[in-house]
């Protein structure tokens, strides 16, 4: 079992409509990260949250620690938003670096 | 607009051959990462800098190669690639620890025949 569980792993979307990407994970974490990643492979680090809320544009990002869950949410979706979209949160090397656990990515597809 | 970049983008060498992936930050970030990516899949950290001279091998095992000889510049080498390498790799710098943003290059998509 992924330290990082991504859901969907693939989504469909007509352009306008309110998207929701889940993450959840298993390891203690010094804050979350949401990345975005084009088909031509760069990654664009869209949020870094470790409490509550962040909102940037269309895109807002939830944390709750308890539950150890994130949800991404991209309202009045675009098909500019196509993307695979991962989550990522800090964990810790077996040398007991820091480092970052990736989750296998969201594909999302944004049909006008 | 992040300001690390790796060449080249794309790659197609025999199998046999030397190759050195770059990857270069103008932001003066000590900590540098080299991550490898599989089609449809995570990224695996492979190697990692904390500073100059300062390189460490990541939890994904990897037959290449790195150096941190300055601040700006940390490349990645395979001394015989083989098809098994066939990846996409990615490069990424942060000014601080897993709770500081991480910048991350376009990426290499690496063939090996």
């Known amino acids: 079992k992924n330290e990082v569980e991504q859901s969907p792993q693939n989504l469909t979307a007509q352009e306008g409509e309110f998207i929701t990407i889940n993450c959840s994970y298993s390891v203690g974490i010094s804050a979350l990260h949401w990345l975005q990643q084009h088909p031509g492979g760069g990654i664009v680090s869209l949020f870094m949250?470790?409490?509550g809320k962040k909102k940037h544009g269309r895109l807002i990002a939830t944390i709750n620690i308890q539950e150890k869950h994130s949800s991404l949410h991209i309202t009045a979706s675009h098909p500019r938003d196509s993307a695979v979209y991962i989550c990522?949160?800090?964990?810790?090397?077996?040398?007991?670096?820091?480092?970052?656990?990736f989750g296998k990515g969201t594909k999302l597809t944004v049909n006008p | 607009e992040a300001d690390i970049y790796q060449t080249p983008r794309y790659l197609v060498i025999g199998t046999g051959k030397k190759i050195t992936l770059e990857c270069s930050q103008t932001m003066g970030h000590d900590k540098m990462y080299w991550y490898q990516q599989d089609p449809g899949m995570e990224l695996h950290l492979i190697h990692y800098s904390y500073g100059v001279n300062s390189t460490e091998k990541g939890d994904l095992s990897s037959e290449s190669t790195v150096s941190r000889i300055r601040t700006e510049h940390f490349p990645l080498t395979l001394e015989s690639a083989r098809p098994s390498h066939t990846s996409q790799y990615l490069c990424a710098s942060s000014y601080g620890g897993m709770n500081t943003e991480a910048f991350f290059g376009q990426g290499t998509r690496l063939t090996v025949v």
């Open positions: 949250l470790s409490s």
């Open positions: 990522a949160v800090g964990g810790i090397t077996q040398g007991g670096s820091e480092k970052l656990v």
